[in-house]
């Protein structure tokens, strides 16, 4: 079940590879995370030897837990393997890892799917947008 998407994502970058990561939250940012109060507008990833955080994605409180003391955009660290890490620290220079989806996994457990890729000049968006509805239109006239 997805619970936010990165509208914005698929515009502006050209993406080129996905991941999915774990993520590691407290239990009323899971809850809220459930009820659907959360936004991915913004955030990025950084990744070093140490692994990849989330930074500047927005998980509202949750309304029946004590908000005392808490950042709605703290820094979330992303649960991925050695060989993932070090293949994304091994990649070119100029791509981005952006989160794009936040999803329940095959458990329950909140999963983040990340992609790879470049951002895209003002060109390439016109482009981007002529492919995306020349194919609605042929969607439309089947």
């Known amino acids: 079940m997805t619970h936010a998407t990165n509208t914005r994502a698929k515009y502006d970058y050209d993406i080129k590879e996905t991941l999915d990561a774990g993520i590691v939250l407290e239990g009323r940012e899971v809850k809220s995370v459930k009820e659907g109060n959360v936004s991915l507008q913004g955030s990025y990833v950084t990744v070093n030897q140490n692994g990849a955080t989330l930074l500047n994605c927005h998980i509202g409180p949750y309304k029946y837990a004590p908000n005392t003391d808490y950042d709605p955009t703290h820094t979330r660290k992303l649960l991925l393997n050695k ?44 482009e981007y947008i002529k492919k995306r509805d020349t194919e609605r239109e042929i969607r439309k006239s089947i």
Do not use: F, T
């Open 83 to 126: 060989s993932e890490i070090n293949s994304l620290l091994g990649k070119e220079k100029g791509l981005v890892i952006i989160p794009l989806e936040m999803y329940s996994g095959r458990r329950g457990l909140i999963k983040l799917k990340i992609g790879i890729g470049r951002a895209r000049k003002k060109i390439d968006k016109r």
